[in-house]
């Protein structure tokens, strides 16, 4: 098996273990990275940045020019570092696995549609598994990266560092995450942003399931928290995760829907609804997107089915643009 393969979620969930997965992936994603159009953006280059007219050509440095046919310049660990915070929603809509609860239903369901994710991690796993790798990629790079959890409100908090131990460290809490039922996104948002201290970049793993039917004003208040992130200086990207089935909605006949956060359910005809929920789903998510947008803040749209290198591309532009 190819390193690049663990790069698939429907792959990566046959491996048990968080820090195996979490090295894989990253693996996976740097053999990739090695032999693409991207290979700039490889974490070997983490502390130098691109030549620029009038720099001190005694900077330049010529191992890397012999590599890639570039010229750049080293930079003090100073100017390189920067500090990460892993922020994981606790919400019981994220521990959903739609393709094996539409199994175990006997749901109807055009499994050709999904082609490899007929079989892939709930929301929650998806985001844990990319939360570690990226946690493993900044201890690669040397740079500071903390973990915090929130349901109603912040539930842990592991303050930012660079040293190895502090990835056994973050993977083991993450291993043992529960999602436990409602959660409160803005408010865990403002708390954090009055806690942390000095610029860093806050990537935030939630699905952004709306709790009303009214989800525009839920939106419009997490993006108010969005914005305070943003008016302290940091850099953010949410990392919007949804299932396979959320997305695709390949179902048929009469489904019992059920809402995982309270004991309501309902029974729809799947078919008749499908082309206005996914045309909500398209709507849901290119509102986040511009708004997201327009507050400088970073915007990834995933679901369950999607290789985990899309987001560590996405991070290692991010950081390029921004801090590099």
Known sequence: ????????????????????????????????????????????????????????????DWHVYAK???????????????????VMDLSKSMDWNGPAEARKAGVKIDWSALGAADETLTKFDYAVCLAAALGYLMIYQQDPVGLVAFDTKLTTVIPPKSK???????????ANLKPVGQT???????????????????????DLLPTTDDWKTEADALLRSLYRLRYSGHEVIVFHVLDVLETKFPL??????????????????????????????????????????????????MDTSVGFDKALLDYLILRQRRFG
């Open 68 to 86: 890639t046919g570039k010229y750049f310049v080293k930079k003090f660990r100073a100017e390189t570092n920067m500090t990460g915070y892993l």
């Open 1 to 60: 098996m190819t390193a690049e393969k663990y790069l698939r979620p429907e792959v990566i969930r046959q491996v048990a273990r968080l820090d195996l997965r979490a090295k894989f992936i990253v693996e996976g994603f740097l053999t990739g990275l090695h032999s693409s159009p991207f290979q700039g953006f490889s974490v070997e280059f983490s502390e130098h940045r691109k030549y620029n007219p009038g720099d001190d050509l005694k900077s330049l």
């Open 184 to 206: 409160n996104i803005p408010d865990s948002l403002f708390q954090l942003a009055s806690m942390i201290k000095g610029k860093s970049l806050i990537m935030l793993f939630t």
């Open 252 to 301: 048929a006949g009469l489904v019992d829907f059920q809402d995982v956060e309270s004991a309501d359910h309902k029974e729809i005809d799947a078919q008749g609804i499908a082309d206005d929920y996914r045309k909500f789903v398209d709507e849901f998510r290119a509102y986040y997107k511009a708004e997201c947008a327009g507050a400088n803040v970073d915007y990834v749209a």
């Open 164 to 174: 190895r131990s502090q990835l056994g460290t973050i993977l083991s809490v993450l």
